[in-house]
C-alpha cells in the first residue's frame, strides 16, 4: 500500500498473468484498517487475497480484472483488518478459569500447580481449544503458546496443541518450555510433573524436529522456552 492521497491501491501481478492458478478471494464494501505506516483507511474498501497472499488492497469495489472468477465476500458492515497476533499464552490454563482468582499470584499458583500438574495431552488439547477459539473470534489469527508442564504419562501435549489449532483454524508458534524442580527440592510443583534438565531437552529436540515447520508460509512452528 502506497502513502499517496491520491491512490491508495496497491496490486501485484495476478498469479493467473505468472502461469500460476491459485484461489482468489476479494473482500469488498467493509472499513478496511490497513494498519499501514500511514494509517490508511478506507471506509469502503476491498482486499483481494490470492492464496496466502494479500495482492490488492484499496478504496472501493476491486478491479473488474480481479473480481473474475474469485469468491466474492461481502463485507458490508464488518470491519476488515489485518488478524491479530497474541504473542504470550499458557493455553492449558483455560481449564482452570476461576479458580483462586482472588489470590496473589503465589498463592493462585500455589492452589492451581496440583490441578495443572494432572493435565495430559487430551485435558491440553480441550482447554487449547477453547482458548484459542475465543482468540479467534477476538480477531486474533495468531497465537503464541509457552506451555511448561509435562507430567509423566501425560502424552504427546505438543501434538495435542497443534491439533487444536489446525481445528480452529488459527497459526501457532508453541514454544516448549520445562520444569525440573519439583516440591521436594523448593520447587512449587509436585515431583511427578517435573522433567530432569536432559529429558527436557530430549524432548524439546523431538517436539521441534516433529512440528516446527520453518517455511515462510507455516501454520505451525516450535521454539524453546524456559
Known amino acids: 500500500m502506497t502513502g499517496s492521497s491520491t491512490d491508495t491501491t496497491t496490486t501485484a501481478a495476478p ?3 505468472r502461469g500460476v492458478r491459485t484461489a482468489r478471494t476479494v473482500i469488498e464494501n467493509g472499513y478496511v484498517a490497513t494498519v499501514d505506516g500511514a494509517g490508511t483507511e478506507h471506509a469502503r474498501g476491498h482486499v483481494v487475497v490470492e492464496g496466502s497472499r494479500i495482492v490488492a488492497v484499496g478504496p ?21 483488518t489485518p488478524g491479530l497476533i497474541n504473542t504470550h499464552h499458557h493455553l492449558y490454563q483455560w481449564l482452570t ?7 496473589i499470584l503465589f498463592d493462585w499458583l500455589t492452589a492451581l500447580y496440583p490441578l495443572w500438574s494432572r ?3 487430551g485435558l491440553t488439547g480441550a482447554g487449547a481449544a477453547g482458548a484459542m477459539a475465543v482468540l479467534a473470534r477476538s480477531g486474533c489469527t495468531t497465537v503464541g503458546d509457552h506451555h511448561y508442564i ?3 504419562g501425560s502424552g504427546d501435549i505438543v501434538g495435542a496443541l497443534v491439533e487444536a489449532a489446525g481445528r480452529i483454524g488459527v497459526r501457532l508458534h ?9 516440591a521436594s527440592q523448593g520447587g ?9 534438565t536432559q529429558a527436557a531437552l530430549t524432548a524439546s529436540q523431538e ?20
Open 174 to 182: 508453541a514454544t516448549r518450555g520445562s520444569m525440573d524442580l519439583g
Open 15 to 17: 498469479a493467473a498473468d
Open 60 to 80: 472501493g469495489p476491486a478491479p473488474a480484472a480481479l473480481r473474475e472468477g474469485a469468491d466474492v465476500v461481502d463485507a458490508t458492515g464488518c470491519l476488515v
Open 207 to 226: 517436539a521441534v524436529e516433529r512440528y516446527h515447520d520453518p517455511s515462510p508460509d507455516a501454520l505451525v512452528q516450535v521454539a524453546i522456552a524456559p
Open 97 to 103: 478459569r476461576g479458580y483462586a482468582q482472588d489470590s
Open 119 to 121: 493435565i495430559d495431552a
Open 188 to 196: 512449587l510443583p509436585p515431583d511427578f510433573a517435573v522433567e530432569t
Open 150 to 152: 509435562f507430567p509423566k
